[in-house]
Structure formats: C-alpha cells, structure tokens
C-alpha cells in the first residue's frame, strides 16, 4: 500500500494508519463471516430453494427499486434547487432533508402512518377508492423511500454543485431555456453523482426493517421475513435466511456500484 509520493520506508504513521483500518474492516467484516461460518451450508442451500425466502428478496429487490425510481422524479428537482439557488428557509430545508436519516425508523413509521392510515386525508383519500395502504407494497415503498431519500438527494445536490455554473450562464446568454440547459449541461454532468445516489438510496431502502415493519408486516419484505423466523423459530433458522438475502443483496449492489462507475 503506497500513496505517491510516498517513501516505502516504514513509519509510525503509516503502521497506526494500518492498524486502525484493520480494526473498522474487522468490526465490519467479522460478523458476517461468522455467521457464515456457523450455518452449514446445506442449511443455506434447502433455505435458498424456499420459495417464502425467494418471493420476500424479490419483493424487497423490485418495491425498493420502484420507490428509488418514483421518488426520484421530485428529488432530483429539490437537488437542483438547493445546489443553484438561494432562498429564506435554505439551512432548515437542507437539514430537512437529513432528519430521516437521523430519527429512529420506528418512529419514522409511526409518522407515516399518519398520514397514510385511514383517517388522514391521503387515507381518507383512498379509502374513497376502496383501498387501505396499511399492509400494502405501496405502504412499504413509503417506508422505504423516506428513510433513503436523503441519500438521492444530498449526492445529486453535490453533483450539481460540481458543475460549473459558467457553463449554464453562457448558455443562458446564448437564448437556451433553463428547462434546456438542465437537461442538456447540469443533468449529464451531474449524472455519476445522481447515479451514486440512486444506488445508496436502492440499497438504503432494501435493507430498511423499522419503518417498513410498522407499516406493513405484510407482505413480509426480506428484512421481516428475517425478523419473523427469528422470533418464531430462533438464531438457527434465521441465519439461513439472513445469509442467502446478504448474498443477493451484496451482488446486485455490486453490479449496481460497478455499473454506476462505468458511466
């Protein structure tokens, strides 16, 4: 491990530099691979078969990316606003943003229950219809995408930031429209960073349990169905489960990661 224009010559600084990493890649990495390491593998295998499991990660997978993609549209908006211009109120809708982020998501469901239950009015709303959100997917990609939008948001707001205004006043000064000179120069060159966003908040919102579970046990999303067999049956019959969701939802955030850094 070398930086340039660094020396291989050993020093102190370097060794507590390796030493510290190694202790947070430790703390990260040694749950898991004990986990693993004390479920057999044929456990992992039968577990991967079960079509609750399978149906539970695609339900997580698909609501997740729904949500991310839905909640983008008035996100990547905001993103712009706070990146480009100056209002009364900036620093409270800045810290806005970030408070999901911040409260615990049992109480982030409580909250949202509230305004999606049967005596709001969106509730109201829809109770018109003949529809309950309570214990619907929708009730779950609601869950999902308040506690991972911040992620969207501050990332494509720090690409809009990186783009060089100059570029949009000139085209401004040569008669583009600003709808134009969004779409045309700040979206592209923002593009990686709202791409980074997009992933974090897809991932976020996978793995959210406290929100979710509050607003709807059912349809049981992975992290539930997790929960469930864990209170249920216990440790043993958990791990399985909690091992083949990891394993999943590791590969498609490493497609996702690897996908993001190629455009």
């Known amino acids: 491990m070398q930086l340039a224009g660094m020396t291989?010559?050993?020093?102190?600084?370097?060794?507590?530099?390796?030493l510290l990493s190694s202790i947070v890649i430790l703390f990260i990495v040694a749950p898991l691979v004990g986990?693993?390491?004390?479920?057999?593998?044929?456990?992992?295998?039968?577990?991967?078969?079960?079509?609750?499991?399978?149906?539970?990660?695609?339900l997580s997978i698909s609501i997740s990316a729904i949500a991310t993609v839905f909640f983008?549209?008035?996100?990547?908006?905001l993103s712009y606003l706070l990146a480009r211009y100056d209002f009364p109120l900036k620093g409270l809708i800045n810290g806005l943003v970030d408070l999901p982020v911040v409260i615990p998501h049992s109480v982030a469901g409580i909250a949202l229950i509230g305004i999606i239950s049967g005596d709001s009015i969106i509730g109201n709303a829809m109770s018109v219809l003949g529809v309950n959100l309570i214990g619907t997917p929708v009730a779950i990609a609601v869950a999902m995408?308040?506690?991972s939008l911040p992620f969207l948001v501050n990332?494509?707001?720090?690409?809009?930031?990186?783009?060089?205004?100059?570029?949009?006043?000139?085209a401004l000064t040569l008669g583009a429209s600003p709808f134009k000179v969004f779409y045309t120069i700040s979206l592209p060159l923002a593009f990686r960073n709202i791409l980074t966003g997009f992933v974090m908040m897809f991932a976020r919102g996978l793995s959210e349990f406290g929100a979710v579970v509050i607003v709807a046990y059912h349809p049981m999303v992975a992290s539930v169905m997790i929960y469930d067999r864990f209170t249920t049956f216990g440790l043993k019959y958990a791990r399985?489960?909690?091992?083949?969701?990891?394993?999943?939802s590791l590969f498609v955030f490493v497609f996702?990661?690897?996908?993001?850094?190629?455009?």
Not at 256 to 263: D, G, H, I
């Open 8 to 18: 291989k010559q050993f020093s102190p600084f370097r060794l507590a530099l390796m």
């Open 35 to 58: 986990m693993v390491v004390h479920t057999p593998f044929k456990d992992i295998a039968a577990t991967a078969n079960e079509s609750q499991v399978l149906h539970s990660i695609w």
């Open 72 to 77: 983008a549209i008035p996100a990547i908006p």
């Open 145 to 147: 995408a308040f506690v």
């Open 155 to 170: 990332a494509a707001r720090d690409g809009f930031l990186q783009v060089p205004v100059k570029l949009e006043q000139a």
């Open 240 to 248: 399985p489960a909690a091992i083949v969701f990891l394993s999943i």
């Open 256 to 263: 996702l990661r690897l996908l993001s850094r190629k455009r």
